[in-house]
């Protein structure tokens, strides 16, 4: 699988939860550079990606500026996270750092009442406002894109 003329190095399909249909897909891939490695991701939403987005915020926009390859390099965190961070930001799908702070880091995992609250109440406010809340360099791809899509990691 190639993604222009670079070998795939991470590809997930996007898929709607009812129906099971192709929605679109991430495509990401590392670059050769001897002085580190950057990772370019691409989110790809077809029109029934959109639906579905939609369908859980009607305020959901459509991007006119359909080049959504973001990249990250450097070292020390996920570069994948942070590419795909950068592609939904060209698309005004993400949200900012306490938008999904709670549902990146509190995990809902906790067996208190309170933690899960906090987690149920971070994703209702992130649907409400209709972003996919892929925290930068986290590696919550994911589980990010799972709020809406079933997803399915085929590299």
């Not at 309170?114 to 109440?121: F, G, L, M, R, V």
Request: proline share 3%.
């Amino acid at each position: 699988m190639n993604f222009i003329d670079h070998d795939m190095s991470k590809a997930m399909a996007l898929l709607d939860p009812d129906t099971g249909g192709e929605c679109g897909k991430i495509l990401a891939y590392y670059s050769r550079n001897p002085a580190g490695s950057v990772c370019h991701a691409s989110v790809i939403l077809y029109n029934k990606g959109w639906e579905v987005l939609e369908k859980c915020n009607p305020k959901v926009k459509r991007p006119e500026n359909w080049n959504s390859e973001g990249k990250a390099g450097g070292y020390g965190y996920d570069k994948f996270s942070a590419a795909v961070s950068s592609s939904l930001h060209k698309m005004n799908l993400a949200g900012n750092h306490d938008d999904i702070k709670d549902f990146t880091f509190g995990n809902g995992n906790s067996c208190s009442e309170e933690s899960q609250k906090i987690h149920a109440d971070a994703i209702q406010a992130i649907k409400d406002k209709g972003i996919i809340p892929v925290y930068s360099g986290a590696g919550n791809v994911r589980e990010a894109f799972e709020l809406y899509f079933r997803v399915v990691e085929v590299l």
